[in-house]
């Protein structure tokens, strides 16, 4: 069950540990770690300011769908999970699980996010007899891309021994222009996490096998770096939410912090919801409800309702906090945005980081 007041706060993130959630989690903090799980980080700054304590034990989870059981269950006081990519768009499985078709993550709310760079590597066994690799990775134009981007960097080493790579599906399109410069055809396989997929390459015994992970996940499973910084932008980041059950009255972001400190930070809401697709204009009537209490939309997202074919739950944020009172414009959008559709649900209000 979660922690009782007072004791170390379980956080429960996508592992194995080096996993880019992982790291989310630690650099999202700034005091000491009590990790009894976590002794192999390399000695990553821990720090859990986010989660206002001053110790906490890291959990790490199989998939995202744990992360969400432990929250529901209170298995864990927090958990960590990966919303989008700068570059490649949402995790559409975390999306899948916000959606709750079967109604499981009922008490499962958003109380903070926490931003990550992203830089990839490939990594996996470098042969002894392996050459400086002197191709200048160009691409082959086609129909759908006749000018394909040039990928940012070049393999440390010769590639030719490479006959299968493993990473998440995020990390695959983050890093395409490499890929397909210098990895075209080359078999993918999915993996829960980067770091998941690092394990998996470190326990091949052909030596041929390498995976798309950080330089922290090679390290810490014993491989080479066959190439650093693969991502197609160097910007590349994620932004992770941090979830909690069930906040309490008025404790909208993480920290219990006081709610005069926040009244000039700007804040992000997250709802969902559900419209009639047979009455025209049930969308943009929808829609409406956050211009006529100006409120500015940050990102819409879709996922199919797997109800019925092409109908689909509309994920929305946007800039403001639902107020505890009752008041206020977000308040009175929630309230009206409820009759404009079939069915509306709030998943948290927290601090916006990237306004800071």
């Known amino acids: 069950m979660g922690s009782p007041e007072g004791s170390i706060k379980v956080v429960a993130y996508l592992g194995p540990p080096s996993s880019y959630t992982h790291q989310a989690s630690l650099n999202n903090s700034s005091m000491e770690l009590n990790r009894p799980r976590e002794t192999d980080c390399l000695g990553l700054q821990a720090a859990l300011e986010e989660f206002g304590e001053d110790t906490c034990l890291l959990d790490p989870q199989v998939s995202i769908q744990d992360i ?13 999970v990966p919303f989008e990519n700068s570059t490649n768009g949402s995790v559409v499985y975390t999306l ?8 499981e993550y009922t008490n499962v709310y958003v109380c903070g996010e926490a931003f ?3 830089h990839h590597c490939l990594v996996g066994h470098e042969s002894s007899s392996a050459e400086k690799l002197e191709s200048p990775g160009d691409i082959t134009p086609t129909t759908d891309h006749p000018s394909p981007s040039r990928p940012r960097v070049k393999p440390l080493t010769n590639l030719h021994s490479v006959t299968r790579i493993y990473s998440h599906p995020q990390a695959f399109g983050q890093c395409e222009a490499f890929l397909s410069s210098y990895l075209k055809g080359i078999e993918r396989q999915e993996a829960s996490s980067t770091a998941k997929a690092a394990e998996i390459v470190s326990t ?11 330089k922290l996940a090679a390290q810490m499973n014993d491989l080479d770096v066959l190439a650093e910084g693969i991502e197609d932008r160097d910007d590349n980041a994620t932004r992770f939410f941090i979830l909690r059950r069930d906040p309490a009255p008025g404790d909208y972001g993480a920290n219990d912090v006081q709610q005069h400190k926040d009244e000039q930070r700007k804040w992000k809401t997250l709802v969902a919801f559900t419209i009639n697709h047979k009455v025209p204009g049930a969308l943009a009537d ?7 209490h100006a409120l500015n939309l940050t ?6 309702s797997r109800i019925v074919q ?3 739950i509309f994920f929305v944020e946007f800039e403001g906090k639902r107020e505890v009172n009752g008041a206020g414009g977000v308040n009175s959008a929630l309230e009206e945005l409820q009759a ?11 601090i916006d980081k990237a306004s800071r």
């Open 68 to 80: 969400f059981t432990a929250i529901q269950s209170s298995a864990a006081d927090y958990g960590v």
């Open 96 to 103: 899948d699980l916000f959606a709750d078709r079967q109604y």
């Open 116 to 118: 990550l760079d992203v």
């Open 204 to 214: 091949d015994s052909t030596k041929t096998f390498a995976a798309i992970s950080s």
């Open 286 to 292: 929808a829609l409406m409800v956050f211009k006529t």
């Open 299 to 304: 990102s819409i997202n879709s996922r199919p």
């Open 310 to 312: 092409w109908h689909y």
């Open 340 to 350: 404009a559709t079939e069915g509306c649900r709030w998943y948290g209000s927290w």
